[in-house]
């Protein structure tokens, strides 16, 4: 595996030749933060799994048209982000579980081992879903994916004035909601 | 590696936002099993949209072909037959399918949807776009009225 310590704009370029073994390595190498992304925004395990792989079938499919502009992250992290709101939407029009506590376990992954981690789990996800999807993107944009500030705003097409204010909003909503949920 | 809380000015809550940073940053992992499938389908995209696309050696080598030897074809297209020596072939572009069209040649790529863009020329004066098709042959179209000029099967000419 040649293409492991490669750069990340290496491994575009060899993917603009077609090169599949470069496209799997930058896909392994942000698979994590993209399905977190994915995750935090539709909330719902199985839609932020079917948001996952949208996303990363439309990096797959639209790399050849990614020209460096920006940073492949930040390009990325913005494909997750449209994944996550259509499965949002889609999400919406689907029924709701009969049961809100299956909904509830739904939040979290299967795969989660450390059971000390649960009920933050189940906070986060329960306070995320309260909060208005205009402040929690922001939120899991900056401390999910680590965007900075102006590249929040391109992503969301908003002034960087609203970004800062939409986070500093959308933290402050989720630690009132995990403190009440807590108690 | 965390990010700073550098945007909120009450101190007091900072501990309480850390902890909201920290659970919001511990989602659980997926299984190999379910990252190796996303990442599977995913490159079965790409690779059908790869298969679609030529390799940028072959466009290169698909516009060279087609302005010395697609030119010839064009320049006797255009002056119905016979031929000119002293005909003038001029690239217009680099070979690219990123930079800005004129309408006349939007609308002819649009037009040609079946085949791959791959750059312009000006032969006897007359501007023309040239065209992969599928069945890897060069196409020379007038871009005014989006009429195809010429043709050469380069499948025997590149790599």
Known sequence: MWHINRDDRSLVAAAHQNDTGALDILLRRHYDTIRAVCHRIVIDSGGADDATQNALIAIARGIHAFDNRSSITTWMYRIAVNASLDEVRRTRRRPLPMDPADQKMGAISVTMDDMANLDDQLLISDALQQVDPDFRIPVVLRHVADMDYEEIARTLDIPVGTVKSRIARGRQQLAQMMTEGSL | MTTPIDDTPESSDLAQERAV??????????????????????????????????????????????????GGLAGRALSNGSDQPGQQITRNSAVSTTSTPTPALAACITTMKNATYLSTATVNGVDIALFLNTNNSLLAVRIADCTEIASLDISSTTP
């Open chain 2, 21 to 70: 940073i920290d659970a919001l940053r511990s989602v659980p992992r997926a299984t190999d099993a379910v990252r190796d499938a996303h990442i599977s389908a995913a490159l079965g995209a790409f690779t059908a949209t790869a298969r679609r696309r030529p390799p940028q050696w072959l466009s290169i080598a698909a516009a060279s072909v087609v302005l010395v030897a697609g």
